[in-house]
């Protein structure tokens, strides 16, 4: 008997130990469910052409049995879409609807605009230069004419336009900074001084340019106004762009040294030669990708200019040597590197633009043509 009460006893206990192992699996794995609704983490979006951003489609409940969503726009040559990342393809609006596989719906309206393009530069007014931007074509003066002022650097930043350039002050050239027309003084005006390039991170603005310190011209780096110089006046030097990655600050230029002007790069003042001074060379844009860095250029191969491209130090040349030819800008996207700068076809200079070393000319050499700088997207 005793042993009977035992065994039932057990059975009992395996049972209701199934049925509570049943019971919280049960609790914490519902069933599957039919989706009840979609949601999108936005629901409006403006983009302007040729950009893209990927929205996110949610399911709920969370047990739904089946989560996939298909993607469609309404104006497919407005804004297209794919596995929720939406591109901006023409200036417009385009509804992107996800849709759930039982017929549940979520939609994101997306506004198209035109890109906005800056430029700066100068334009005579009769006596003198006027340092300018251009916004989709329509200038704003940054100096009022009384003397020449040139810029030569934009930088847009949020909602703020950056440009550098210098102004004369009736005996000396005084680089400055302007903020949305704002000017600000780098120099005092006692030696003639130039702005070559702005670049903006963050809240902190770095100018590059060069000062003459009263016998040579030395490279400078400004930060928020605050000036560090990279040569120490021995030689003189420039500054040609500047560039920031992270809480490293680079600049490209050259300075004199003994015979010929040495391209160089310096990475927060310290400096890289990029040649060895044998023949005239000039560095003329920096740009970081990583922890590469590339700088465009040229260096005279003792008879004439070759345009050049350098990554880590190590040049590469984008022309024979045959015709003078200068590089003035690159551009890193991705694997690709873009340099902008021109060459001689024996009459003429034709501009012209560098993917991976291979030349595309930009003018058919009729009449002078230089390009200065080039930007992907």
């Known amino acids: 008997m005793t042993k009977k009460v035992t065994k039932f006893m057990a059975n009992m206990l395996l049972v209701a130990a199934i049925a509570a192992v049943a019971a919280s ?23 302007v052409v040729g950009e893209n951003e990927t929205l996110t489609a949610t399911v709920t409940p969370d047990n739904a049995a089946d989560k996939t969503v298909t993607w ?59 340092a300018k931007v251009w916004k989709n074509g329509a200038a704003t003066a940054l100096t009022d004419g009384t003397n020449s002022a040139y810029a030569y650097s934009v930088y847009v930043s949020g909602s703020d336009v950056y440009a550098a350039g210098y102004e004369d002050n009736g005996n000396k050239s005084v680089a400055k900074v302007w903020k949305n027309g704002l000017a600000t003084a780098l120099t005092d005006g006692t030696n003639d001084a130039l702005a070559y390039s702005v670049y903006v991170s963050g809240s902190d603005v770095y100018v590059a340019g060069r000062e003459d310190s009263g016998n040579k011209n030395v490279a ?101 040597g045959i015709n003078n030819a200068l590089a003035y800008s690159v551009f890193v996207s991705g694997s690709d590197v873009y340099v902008a700068g021109y060459e001689r076809n024996g009459n003429y200079f034709v501009a012209k ?20 700088s080039i930007f992907v997207k």
């Open 25 to 47: 699996c049960g609790k914490d794995d519902p069933a599957p469910a039919q989706a009840t609704g979609v949601t999108l983490n936005k629901t409006t979006l403006s983009l």
């Open 353 to 372: 633009v560098w993917k991976n070393g291979v030349a595309t000319a930009l003018t058919d050499g009729t009449n002078d043509a230089g390009a200065r």
């Open 220 to 320: 400078k780096v400004w930060k928020n106004g605050l000036a560090t110089a990279l040569t120490d006046g021995t030689h003189t030097a420039y500054a040609n762009s500047v560039y920031v990655s992270g809480d490293d600050v680079y600049v490209a230029g050259y300075e004199y040294s003994v015979t010929n002007y040495v391209a160089k790069v310096w990475k927060n003042g310290v400096a890289t030669a990029l040649t060895d001074g044998t023949n005239y060379a000039d560095a003329r844009s920096v740009f970081v990708l990583g922890s590469d860095v590339y700088v465009a250029g040229y260096e005279s191969n003792g008879n004439k200019d070759v345009a050049k491209v350098w990554k880590n130090g190590v040049a590469t040349a984008l022309t024979d």
């Open 72 to 130: 469609t726009s309404n104006a497919t040559s407005i804004a297209t879409v794919a596995n929720g990342t939406v591109t901006a393809v023409a200036v417009g609006t385009a509804t992107i609807t996800a849709t759930s596989a039982n017929g549940k719906k979520a939609t994101c309206a997306v506004t198209v605009l035109t890109p906005d393009v800056y430029v700066a530069g100068y334009e005579r007014n009769g006596n003198y230069f006027v």
